[in-house]
């Protein structure tokens, strides 16, 4: 069982063993995710799926989850470098709390001695990623000495991920973070203190974003909307969602510029003949046939977003 962020496992002697990234743990706290997993435990989406996630607007995301009863998976208000990128990844988490020096000592001492890790707790995280990961950090918003990475750290996510950073805290070094290339970060703030008086106590846990909850394994979706933490058991359907969505908008213009509909019959709830012309146009139409270029410079010319 997970006891204050972080992990405890039993040995045949009876003796309790803390361990930071506990793959029983995160299993248990996954039972929806029946896929492939990470040897730590984290459910691994399909590349596919991230692949097809790119394309996926935050609301589409958002409206399936919100169906399922995931209402607190979205969190926005970040400062960001790279607005302009889509962030897509399989999270990787981190908590920190503030400092207490009996807890902090004792951690400390147990990561470098007993699980051999090396330096500073913000490390140790950014030392389990693997390509395609997004690292999650709460830092509970702390900026003025909570800047979890700089340029070094940053860095270093990138090479291993070629994603990027979600800190709910601060980060430092924002001038040389901007120039990496393909890198995407959200951050509550930037500041130039080294970061101080904070604890890591858990990895891969439950880990809150604001008014977010991330679990390791979440398909981590970052635009210029906000972050969104979705759940890997619903990744597929908010993809197909999207999916149809997307082929739906396509339909309706291409008929609407044939002048076979007009507006008010493609704005509201369609008629069964519509139904039908659009499932015999989807025998021949598919969402890989879409020159996503054009299709964003015609929704700009239209004022409007894709999915309207």
Not at 100 to 126: F, Q, T
Not at 153 to 179: K, M, P
Request: one cysteine or more; aromatic letters at 10%; hydrophobic letters at 35%.
């Amino acid at each position: 069982m997970v006891e204050c962020q972080y992990v405890h496992n039993q040995s045949n002697k009876g003796e309790s063993n803390m361990k930071f990234d506990n793959r029983e743990d995160i299993i248990q706290l996954t039972p929806l995710w029946t896929g492939e997993r990470f040897p730590d435990g984290r459910p691994r989406v399909p590349d596919d799926i991230l692949r097809r996630m790119q394309r996926v607007v935050t609301e589409e995301a958002w409206s399936v989850l919100w169906q399922h009863d995931y209402h607190f998976q979205f969190e926005g208000n970040w400062t960001q470098l790279h607005p302009e990128i889509v962030l897509v990844g399989r999270a990787v988490t981190g908590v920190f709390v503030p400092h207490r020096p009996d807890l902090h000592d004792y951690l400390m001492d147990y990561g470098h001695e007993v699980e051999e890790r090396i330096g500073a707790m913000n490390s140790w995280v950014i030392e389990t990623l693997v390509e395609d990961d997004v690292i999650v950090i709460d830092l509970f918003g702390k900026v003025y000495e909570g800047t979890y990475s700089g340029a070094n750290l940053s860095t270093a996510i990138a090479s291993r991920t070629h994603r990027g950073q979600v800190i709910y805290g601060g980060i430092r070094d924002a001038q040389q973070i901007v120039e990496i290339g393909n890198f995407s970060t959200f951050c509550k703030g930037f500041d130039p203190t080294p970061i101080r008086n904070v604890t890591l106590v858990g990895m891969n846990v439950p880990c809150r974003v604001g008014a977010a909850t991330c679990m390791p394994g979440d398909v981590v979706l970052g635009t210029m909307t906000g972050i969104l933490f979705i759940p890997p058991h619903l990744a597929e359907e908010v993809v197909e969602h999207s999916e149809r969505t997307h082929l739906r908008e396509r339909f309706s213009h291409q008929r609407l510029r044939e002048g076979i509909y007009n507006s008010s019959q493609m704005d509201t709830k369609w008629t069964d003949e519509i139904e039908a012309d659009f499932a015999a146009w989807r025998q021949t139409h598919s969402i890989d046939d879409i020159d996503w270029e054009k299709q964003g410079r015609e929704q700009s010319d239209e004022g409007g977003t894709l999915l309207g």
